[in-house]
């Protein structure tokens, strides 16, 4: 138990590092829950339930100041959890956003109250022209926060899982069946929440497409990313012969002014 908690602290303290190294999408709980069904000896589950919770936090990203819920926390917990307790992808669901909402408020005091004065005494290395003291106090933050979320994942895991588990079992049929549905329902969501942020009239034709593939025709999402993959190719190559056409044509009509 100890082992196993000190192991999803360590990828929790690897997922969070983004703030600190730079954005590598460690943090997404597809890539997170294959690592917890590791550490558990459950990778086959790991992954189903990470896959699952991806699709719930598919939209949550950081835009400007808003900070949208925890998904490090939430994505090991909730694999975590489900795992131990025997449960299935709606529980995954069910704990999983929870505890990343949760994790915020954690997370949100860190950023708030910390990280300025870090920044602080970044901008005062700045002033002296110390680039290595700025270096340092930018890893420090983004460190730190790793570390917290580490901890985080660690106590909770050893404190709840046999909670947790208990919980599970006390909850009613006609409750487990709701969660089932939702969890049908919540993936939905997560790509509206994506399609808000990405959807304009360029794209919107490349969408309904992939929709009429998998509604018409029965092709499964793997066949619909090979198609749209080579669709991406196809779409950039015609832009670069056009690019390459205009360009040709402007530099004719340049040496034709110069006559």
């Known amino acids: 138990m100890i082992v196993q908690a000190v192991l999803l602290g360590v990828v929790a303290f690897v997922a969070q590092s983004e703030y600190a190294l730079g954005t590598s999408l460690l943090s997404r709980p597809i890539v997170t829950g294959l690592f917890t069904g590791i550490v558990l000896g459950d990778v086959k589950t790991g992954i189903i339930m990470g896959a699952t919770l991806e699709l719930a936090f598919i939209g949550s990203f950081s835009v400007g100041a808003s900070i949208p819920p925890d998904v490090v926390t939430g994505g090991i917990l909730g694999t975590a959890f489900a795992i131990t307790a025997g449960a299935g992808t709606e529980t995954a669901l069910l704990l999983g956003l929870p ?12 950023l708030g109250l910390l990280i300025p004065m870090m920044n602080h005494k970044a901008d005062s290395y700045a002033e002296e022209g110390n680039y290595k003291g700025v270096e340092h106090m930018h890893l420090i933050a983004g460190f730190g926060l790793s570390l917290m979320l580490g901890l985080v994942v660690m106590i909770s895991y050893m404190v709840g899982s046999k909670t947790i588990g208990n919980l599970l079992d006390k909850i009613p049929d006609f409750v487990q069946n709701g969660l089932t549905v939702a969890t049908g329902l919540i993936p939905a969501l997560g790509f509206a929440m994506l399609a808000r942020l990405l959807i304009n009239k360029k794209v919107a034709p490349y969408f309904f497409l992939g929709f ?7 092709i499964p999402v793997t066949g ?36």
């Open 212 to 218: 009429a593939l998998a509604s018409y025709l029965d």
């Open 99 to 110: 505890i990343a909402t949760l994790t915020l408020i954690l997370k949100n005091i860190y």
């Open 224 to 259: 619909i990313a090979i198609f749209g993959a080579i669709l991406a190719v196809v779409v950039v190559n015609i832009m670069n012969v056009r690019q390459g056409a205009v360009q040709t044509t402007a530099g004719e009509v340049d040496e034709d002014e110069d006559f």
